[in-house]
């Protein structure tokens, strides 16, 4: 290596060893003979050169353009169908209704009853609303919602029984519900049932509130005067009530009402319930284990073929179709180990959908640990850590902002899947919150396809307003972990 | 920092392997206590591959196998039962680039000190600031000890990573290029900060360095390595590393044995 470094001033004498910085000699031809283009043909060239490049250019712009036109398209046809004009005609009115209570249940004849929301009243006072208006039913009612027995027993079975769980008089323990009073159902409804639901109770049998026509916002925009005349025709004809009301579906009531037969109080409270805890127990469950395989595969084995075949075999899981995992799910989580999970519960579908995700979670969180500089891992060695002190309290730190990203693309992906979890056996028609790990679930997808599939423009409508949830809900689950993933990248640099 | 042999460690036809190329081969050094010994030799010759075998970071490349023996107070490092996070905690090493941890000054220097199980407050205090005391950069860190050490100069980051290192009191300090990614005030205090640390504070250090200039302003011994080449049959070339002369610096530089040495620090080749 010695001659050729005291070469590195040009030498005159020789100049075909001349390389490396050092002056060319005039009279070398450097192409060796080979004729370049002289310099018109060369402009004539470049202006061809100049125009492939900018016909790719417009290509590329052009593509640009269809991804957001179809982006615009598909975020017009959900806001669409998401607010519009509605027809909606009541039995009774609200109002008459709170006047009702204000009057004959709190003595106060000074409130005006268009300044009291009926979601507002106690769970006695709509008890004693549905007793006005559908006393005939309050027996139905309470068997809908507090019954344990099955339905054919119920009015022959003392109280004791059929109501177990529900709190009621214990003198009436062991009467039929036929033995009680009209006062004495009324009591056991205004104690045992939510007010919330309640208040859809009376919502739906009391007020009866009904959508007769709904239309999208363009129609609502553009064609008034059909509207209007839908209206008249409508309060002309058999639905002299009917009137017309801007309607936003997406509303404080879409939030907190669970999911109803009527649309016009169908809310998603179950699906959103059951949306966070499913995503908050498959993160629990695949975060930990995702991190924790990527964590072996990547500093403690060995890299040999077994670990390279495995590593592969974990990134072509990734992208096994959804819906395999929902018959696996099926057959281990919901029947095999029924015992633990009791069959279609929440747990099963964290479960399935931990599987899922546990894929990218692994390759993402591998990646991240490979990003780590070797210098972290030496310094750590260097002061005598051992491995795991090393991982723990060097890698992991520097590897997660790069671990949280890949969780952020494992729940983005796992809070819209909507086959694996009809495979499971999701519930379509859930109003009774979850309530833990073991109760049965609904989540936001499954309810918008439910939805979307049924026919009337009112339940679209809904679908629209439940897909705006479920985006918002994204976005703002991207943003914190976004957020997570800057505040540890600013714990790490200065 | 206890004298118990002659030497602080002593290399016995130690062979380093990357797979199936040899990359040093058979170095005999016997490393004095509380000295500076540079390591010198052109690129490639394998001085970093020699020091990192000397606490066992060879150990973290799957690939590096190293034969021989290191001598280190009576026990052989490659021997059985030897675990070399022991090896590394008393000798230490410091990297050719700064290599803070993303995390504040005191966290840095605390590192150690905390994997020993220290966990007293004031403890870790107490060994941060002597520490940064002993690394010259107590005066101009003490405000800010919250501060990212990634936050620092790249000299006060190597002065942190010295702090670091000797933290947890190691017998030998290893240091690779210490000062070559460093401007020439850095390079000063550093060589400063490393007379200290072996005349004040007792320690043994070991230097690789490309600069000769500081190979004989700080060291008490310098070990000059260089390449040696072999023809293998397909026309390609084996090289691999020897250690040429190992002497008190002042008469390796002076009157060397070696006219290979004597080209090297004549600046013919390197
Ligand atoms: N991790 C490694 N894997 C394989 N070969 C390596 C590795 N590290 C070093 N080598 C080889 O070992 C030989 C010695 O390298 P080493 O880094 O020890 O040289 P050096 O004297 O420190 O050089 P420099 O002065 O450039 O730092 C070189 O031929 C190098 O290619
Ligand atoms: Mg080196």
């Not at chain 1, 006062?183 to 509130?209: F, Y």
């Amino acid at each position: 290596m010695n001659t050729d470094n005291t070469q590195n001033t040009p030498n005159p004498e020789n100049p075909e060893q001349a390389e490396d910085g050092a002056p060319r000699v005039e009279n070398v031809n450097p192409t060796g003979g080979v004729a370049l283009p002289d310099l018109e043909s060369f402009r004539k060239r470049l202006v061809n050169r100049q125009r492939r490049g900018s016909i790719w250019a417009r290509f590329m712009s052009l593509s640009l353009v269809v991804a957001i036109v179809a982006l615009l398209a598909l975020a017009y046809n959900i806001v669409d169908a998401a607010f519009g004009y509605v027809l909606t005609e009541n039995v009774i009115e609200p109002t008459e209704v709170v006047e009702f209570v204000l009057t004959d249940v709190r003595n106060d004849t000074t409130t005006d009853p268009a300044t009291v929301d009926l979601a507002t009243l106690g769970a006695s006072e709509l008890a004693a609303v549905l007793r006005e208006y559908q006393e005939p039913r309050l027996r139905v009612y309470i068997r809908d919602f507090l019954s344990v027995v099955p339905d054919d027993e119920f009015t022959q079975a003392p109280i004791r029984e059929s109501l177990a769980g529900s709190s009621f008089r214990g003198q009436f323990a062991d009467l039929t519900i036929n033995d009680l009073d009209a006062a004495e159902w009324t009591l056991i409804l205004g104690n045992n049932i939510p007010q919330d639901r309640l208040v859809g109770l009376v919502r739906t049998e009391v007020i009866g509130e009904r959508i007769l026509e709904t239309w999208s916002l363009t129609e609502s925009v553009t064609g008034f005067a059909e509207i209007d005349e839908a209206r008249v025709a409508a309060v002309e004809g058999q639905n002299p009530n009917a009137r017309l009301e801007f309607r936003s579906w997406l509303n404080i009531n879409f939030l907190i009402s669970p999911m109803s037969t009527n649309p016009a109080i169908a809310g998603i409270r179950t699906a959103l319930l059951g949306t966070l805890w499913v995503m908050i127990i498959t993160v629990g469950f695949s975060f930990p284990l995702g991190v924790g395989a990527a964590l072996y595969l990547q500093e403690y084995a060995d890299d040999n073929w077994l670990t390279r075949v495995i590593s592969t075999n974990i990134r072509n899981l990734a992208g096994v179709p959804s819906i395999i995992y929902g018959l696996l799910g099926l057959s281990v989580f919901v029947i095999a180990l029924e015992g633990i999970t009791t069959g279609r519960s929440i747990l099963s579908a964290s479960l399935t959908l931990g599987l899922l995700i546990l894929p990218v979670m692994i390759v993402n969180s591998q990646e991240a640990l490979r990003a780590v500089p070797p210098s972290v891992r030496e310094g750590s060695y260097g002061l005598g850590a051992t491995r795991w002190q090393t991982i723990w309290r060097s890698v992991l730190p520097a590897a997660m902002p790069g671990i949280l990203t890949g969780t952020i693309l494992g729940m983005s992906r796992a809070i819209g899947e909507t086959a694996p979890l009809l495979a499971l056996g999701a519930s379509t028609f859930l109003v009774v919150d979850p309530s833990g790990p073991f109760s049965r679930f609904t989540v936001l997808p499954i309810q918008i396809y439910q939805w979307t599939s049924r026919p009337s423009d009112q339940w679209r409508s809904l679908a629209s307003a439940a897909i705006i949830v479920l985006i918002i809900l994204l976005l703002s689950l991207n943003a914190a972990a976004i957020y997570m993933r800057q505040r540890f990248r600013r714990k790490l640099q200065p | 920092m206890t004298q118990n042999g002659a030497y602080a460690i002593e290399l016995k036809d130690v062979s380093v392997y990357y797979g199936d190329n040899l990359a040093v081969d058979k170095v005999n050094l016997k490393i004095q206590n509380q000295k500076i010994t540079a390591f010198i030799g052109p690129s490639g010759c394998g001085k970093s591959t020699v020091l990192r075998a000397l606490n066992r970071m060879n150990d973290l490349i799957s690939s590096a196998r190293v034969e021989g023996e290191v001598i280190f107070r009576e026990q052989n490092l490659y021997g059985p039962n030897i675990d070399p996070v022991e090896v590394r905690r008393r000798i230490g090493m410091v990297f050719q680039k700064p290599n803070p941890f993303p995390k504040s000054i005191f966290d840095n220097v605390a590192y150690g000190p905390r994997l020993l199980g220290i966990r007293n407050r004031h403890d870790l205090s107490d060994i941060v600031e002597s520490s940064l005391k002993g690394a010259y950069l107590w005066d101009e860190v003490r405000q800010d000890l919250k501060k990212s050490g990634l936050a620092l100069s790249g000299g006060q980051q190597q002065r942190l990573c010295i702090a670091r290192t000797i933290a947890v009191e190691p017998e030998i300090i290893l240091m690779d290029e210490p000062a070559s990614a460093l401007d020439p005030i850095s390079t000063q205090a550093i060589e400063e900060l490393m007379k200290d640390l072996v005349q004040n504070q007792k320690f043994t250090i070991i230097i690789v360095t490309h600069n000769m200039q500081q190979a004989q302003r700080v060291s008490d011994y310098t070990a000059f390595y260089s390449i040696r080449k072999a023809e293998e049959t397909e026309g390609k070339e084996r090289r691999w590393g020897v250690l040429v002369e190992f002497e008190p610096t002042r008469q390796l530089f002076e009157s060397p044995k070696s006219e290979e040495t004597e080209r090297y620090i004549g600046g013919e080749f390197g």
